[in-house]
């Protein structure tokens, strides 16, 4: 196990920086150059985990994304759980912290990419300038990932549901599409440490735009957390 979670790891980052340096070289093309190039990242994230983990990962139920934009809210049980919806969704916009914007080459792709930066220390601010940001950018359109639990959790942990992704729904006005998932069985919440079998991300169908915040945050919820536990319960081999 240790040996696989180093072979992993030296995967991840060796890819990842690689890549990086190499996608510098997109910045003066369009940014369909840069989502290209995600959608390759994602594709050799899954290939390492398979390579070195021994774990398959299977998206099911892709017959219920929508076109056009959406809102993905996912549950969060690794750093893994950011790579799948570049694989899925046409064109994944990602929200990520306001410091990871200032690093040079990170942040300038970031910025070509037209990711959403947050400053997760301005609070109510902060979600106003995401819901701004998201409705400029997704008139694209787009494919917006949340993780509306706000931080990983290990399988089967009790979980809280934060008000961000209520918002977004309201001002949005778009669907929701609820993801479940198992990959903390098979990956720990950096994502790195390994154990084999097969890691399920489990689309669900979309919440239609126009319910109430309360009976939203309940759908959502349900649904999601329902549809985990039962993929905790299914074998991993």
């Known amino acids: 196990?240790?040996?696989?979670?180093?072979?992993?790891?030296?995967?991840?980052?060796?890819?990842?920086?690689?890549?990086?340096?190499?996608?510098?070289?997109?910045?003066?093309?369009?940014?369909?150059?840069?989502?290209?190039?995600?959608?390759?990242?994602?594709?050799?994230?899954?290939?390492?985990?398979?390579?070195?983990?021994?774990?398959?990962?299977?998206?099911?139920?892709?017959?219920?994304?929508?076109?056009?934009?959406?809102?993905i809210a996912a549950k969060h049980q690794s750093m893994f759980d950011i790579a799948p919806p570049f694989t899925y969704a046409p064109d994944m916009l990602f929200v990520m912290k306001k410091e990871l914007a200032g690093i040079p080459a990170f942040g300038w792709l970031s910025r070509k990419a037209k990711m959403i930066a947050v400053d997760r220390d301005a609070h109510a601010q902060a979600l106003r300038d995401l819901v701004a940001d998201a409705k400029r950018l997704m008139a694209e359109p787009r494919q917006l990932l949340i993780f509306p639990e706000g931080t990983r959790r290990p399988p089967g942990a009790p979980t809280e549901y934060k008000p961000g992704v209520a918002a977004l729904y309201r001002e949005l006005n778009l669907p929701c599409v609820p993801v479940a998932t198992n990959s903390g069985v098979c990956l720990d919440a950096q994502g790195l440490a390994i154990k084999p079998g097969v890691m399920v991300v489990q689309i669900l169908e979309p919440i239609a735009p126009g319910l109430k915040r309360v009976e939203f945050m309940r759908t959502l919820q349900e649904r999601i957390e329902t549809a985990s536990a039962e993929l905790l319960q299914a074998p991993i081999g």
């Not at 690689?18 to 190039?37: E, Q, Y």
């Not at 994602?42 to 290939?47: P, T």
């Open 1 to 71: 196990m240790r040996l696989r979670t180093a072979l992993h790891g030296a995967w991840v980052y060796g890819v990842t920086f690689l890549l990086i340096a190499l996608f510098l070289l997109l910045l003066p093309f369009p940014r369909a150059a840069m989502r290209s190039g995600l959608k390759v990242w994602a594709a050799l994230m899954v290939f390492g985990l398979r390579l070195f983990g021994g774990v398959r990962l299977e998206v099911r139920g892709v017959e219920h994304l929508p076109e056009g934009s959406y809102l």
